[in-house]
């Protein structure tokens, strides 16, 4: 019945993450059309489109021909985890996967869609304004990223939404020895451990460091790494993050792929590959 639904969108999602200018980015929430979310097995991949007031998910296979399609009331879309569009919401078991609400809002929902069937499991509304951060390797922990207001989308913290117990957890994720660390900036990059317990995310953040987010979704901790940075900060909007040394150091390196700094995972210490400032 529907044949091609995603291509038919891509302009619209491309458009919904392309950065404004330098230092004033549009938020990274959910969007519509585009590739959406790929399985764990790669066979298909996961697409929320708009359908009047409504949102049609759809599983789309080979040539994206739709697989399996179902309708769910409201405006929802795939999560995105950056300002380039990397899509994220998937259970590390591939069971199922999260969608968000569309838009900026004081009210945020989010609705858990089971893989097999696109059914949603669950829908949550919280009050406040939510994006999608990561979930954990059990799927009984959401990380949600709260930002202050509406206007203010650039100072945020962590959240965990207790998916068993179905409520927000007291308190905001964080490593207990930062307390003074503000998060603010927007996020570059991200890179999750093969176990999905480790969720690291590349924030750059003008006026100060670039930084690294170590989220722990298991233990529901967080660690902030500083990169040290000179001049502005348009070259850290460039640069990726690579696991290296089976998930004992993280790379953070530049465009031409030279690694630019290495974290050790463990120690949370940086050192520099080729020198600093190389």
Known sequence: ??????????????????????????????????????????????????????????????????????????????????????????????????????????TSRFMVVGTKDLVPRETITLNGVFGYDAVSPDGSKLYLIQHTS????????????????????????????????????WAVDRVTTPDGRWAYTLYSNPGGYPFVHALDTVRGVAHCIGVPWRGDQNEPWQMRLALRADGKSLAVDRQ??????????????????NGPGA
Not at 256 to 273: E, H, L, N, R
């Open 256 to 273: 031409t792929g030279q690694a630019f700094v290495a974290i050790d995972t463990s120690t949370w210490k940086i050192s520099y590959p």
């Open 1 to 106: 019945m529907v044949r091609r639904l995603a291509s038919l969108f891509a302009i619209v999602g491309a458009l919904a993450i392309v950065p404004l200018a330098s230092g004033a980015y549009p938020a990274p929430f959910a969007v519509q059309g585009g590739t959406g979310l790929l399985s764990v097995d790669g066979s298909v991949h996961f697409v929320a489109l708009k359908l009047g007031s409504d949102t049609r998910i759809s599983a789309l296979g080979s040539g994206d021909y739709a697989t399996l399609s179902k309708t769910v009331p409201g405006a929802f879309g795939i999560a995105t985890l950056t300002q380039n569009g990397l899509a994220g919401g998937l259970f590390h078991d591939g069971s199922a996967f999260v969608l968000q609400s569309m838009g900026l809002s004081t």
């Open 150 to 185: 509406t206007q203010d989308i650039q100072h945020y913290i962590v959240r965990a939404y207790d998916l068993h117990a179905h409520k927000l957890l007291p308190g905001r994720v964080a490593d207990k020895t930062q307390k003074s660390w503000v998060m603010q900036g």
